[in-house]
């Protein structure tokens, strides 16, 4: 494929899938998510000089939940676009609506996920704000291994990467602590500095031990905004390298 071919291939993905898309819905949610912050839970957000004027970049956290989604939403006014899982296959069916709403892009479990990554690459051409949760599902704390798409996605783009580490108290459990504590419930969403990009060494393609050594990275810097007993294998990592 000569380089106008590949210039008009990528041209053909970013008409595709335009940055921003679906601007008024996305605002209406997120003012849903704003309002739903202040009636419910006691928010707290730290670290927003540490945001870039503009993008392109490329936002990680810790998936603990499903309500995690939010801290981007609620602590940035970037216009992101989300990769997640195709499938959710443990939310409830409530939490189903916003992301298919939202429209985020949807990646499967053990697949390619070419379209995905197109998808990604079309919006970080366009210097656009991407969303991605390097751990792939929701789980309790501590954090988890993460799967390679996160690192992949960073070191194909090569642009910088902000991590942003959203938590609460009593695992969200909004409801009970409103009937059984008599509070509302306290959420934390920290920003970090930026580091990367991350540069590639051994051609077009990441090798396996760049994609594992760069999600290392990418996963102690989420560690380093949570609380200690949350950071899991990523706890010792006081001084994250980066690329």
Do not use: C
């Not at 540490?50 to 970037?78: E, M, S, W, Y």
Request: glycine share 8%; no cysteine; charged share 25%.
């Amino acid at each position: 494929m000569t380089e106008q071919e590949q210039n008009d291939v990528k041209v053909d993905w970013q008409k595709k899938y335009p940055y921003p898309r679906r601007r008024i819905i996305r605002r209406l949610l997120k003012a849903s998510v704003a309002v739903a912050a202040g009636l419910v839970t006691e928010y707290k957000i730290s670290g927003k000089e540490n945001l870039p004027k503009q993008g392109p970049f490329l936002i990680v956290g810790n998936h603990f939940h499903f309500i995690d989604t939010i801290g981007p939403i609620h602590a940035t006014k970037f216009p992101l676009e989300f990769i997640g899982d195709m499938e959710m296959p443990n939310a409830p069916a409530l939490m189903k609506i916003f992301p298919r709403t939202w429209q985020t892009l949807k990646i499967e479990q053990g697949t390619p996920n070419f379209e995905a990554l197109r998808a990604s690459e079309a919006v970080l051409a366009q210097n656009g704000i991407l969303v991605i949760y390097p751990e792939g599902h929701t789980h309790r704390p501590p954090l988890g291994r993460a799967l390679p798409g996160a690192a992949y996605l960073a070191m194909r783009s090569g642009v910088p990467i902000i991590p942003i580490a959203t938590y609460s108290d009593n695992h969200y459990d909004i409801f009970g602590s409103l009937r059984h504590k008599k509070r509302r419930i306290k959420i934390w969403t920290n920003i970090g500095p930026a580091f990367g990009p991350f540069k590639l060494l051994s051609g077009e393609r990441p090798s396996r031990e760049e994609i594992r050594e760069s999600s290392r990275i990418i996963m102690s810097h989420i560690a380093q905004l949570l609380p200690p007993e949350m950071r899991g294998e990523y706890g010792d990592m006081l001084n994250p390298a980066s690329a």
